[in-house]
């Protein structure tokens, strides 16, 4: 979402995006749609596990593939990783805006959304509805077996279509 609003308000700063597992805004009808989906009440429940089983069930979410962690390791990232749960909460409500409000800024700049194809927490139908709100100077590219960490989960591939992107808009910039 940053990335979206910084392109909007600077767009000679920012030329080309390639966003990943992201929405140009955090919408109610996305967010109960996501929530709804996986089982969750809140996105604080979500994103800010309570406890080893609850970080599990993020983890499992947010990745298509299953990847173990020791339990002593888990323990210990929830100790460092979500301490201020109640103000982090509260920033994460604070995301959410009504679909009514939503707009869609005209950018200007070549767009690539690549997603992961199992992306469980904004899934590719919403890349797909973003890529025709956005227009024409968007492309989308998946990855197959890969979630919403996609770029973890497949870095080589993620970082083929990358420099594909980047080569294609670097050419198009020297031309101009």
Same mark, same amino acid.
């Given at each position: 979402?940053?990335?979206? /609003?910084?392109?909007?308000?600077?767009?000679?700063?920012?030329?080309?995006?390639?966003?990943?597992?992201?929405?140009?805004?955090?919408?109610?009808?996305? #967010?109960?749609?996501?929530?709804?989906?996986?089982?969750?009440?809140?996105?604080?429940?979500?994103?800010?596990?309570? #406890? +080893?089983?609850?970080?599990?069930?993020?983890?499992?979410?947010?990745?298509?593939? /299953?990847?173990?962690?020791?339990?002593?390791?888990?323990?210990?990232?929830?100790?460092?990783?979500?301490?201020?749960? /109640?103000?982090?909460?509260? &920033?994460?409500?604070?995301?959410?805006?009504?679909?009514?409000?939503? #707009?869609?800024?005209?950018?200007?700049?070549?767009?690539?959304?690549?997603?992961?194809?199992?992306?469980?927490?904004?899934? +590719?139908?919403?890349?797909?509805?973003?890529?025709?709100?956005?227009?024409?100077?968007?492309?989308?590219?998946?990855?197959?077996?890969?979630?919403?960490?996609?770029? &973890?989960?497949?870095?080589?591939?993620?970082?083929?279509?990358?420099?594909?992107?980047?080569?294609?808009?670097?050419?198009?910039?020297?031309?101009?």
């Amino acid at each position: 979402m940053v990335a979206f /609003k910084m392109a909007e308000l600077k767009p000679k700063l920012v030329r080309n995006l390639v966003i990943s597992g992201s929405v140009l805004a955090m919408t109610d009808l996305i #967010t109960d749609a996501a929530l709804e989906r996986l089982g969750m009440r809140s996105s604080a429940e979500l994103l800010l596990p309570e #406890t +080893v089983e609850g970080l599990k069930a993020l983890q499992s979410f947010a990745m298509y593939k /299953k990847i173990w962690f020791p339990e002593f390791l888990m323990r210990d990232f929830l100790e460092v990783m979500f301490d201020h749960r /109640k103000e982090r909460a509260e &920033l994460l409500e604070g995301l959410v805006i009504s679909n009514k409000d939503a #707009t869609v800024p005209a950018l200007p700049q070549r767009i690539l959304l690549l997603w992961g194809e199992n992306d469980n927490i904004f899934n +590719v139908q919403i890349a797909k509805d973003m890529k025709e709100q956005l227009g024409e100077k968007t492309s989308i590219q998946t990855i197959d077996k890969a979630g919403h960490l996609v770029h &973890l989960e497949s870095p080589c591939r993620y970082n083929q279509h990358l420099k594909e992107f980047l080569a294609a808009v670097t050419s198009e910039h020297a031309l101009e």
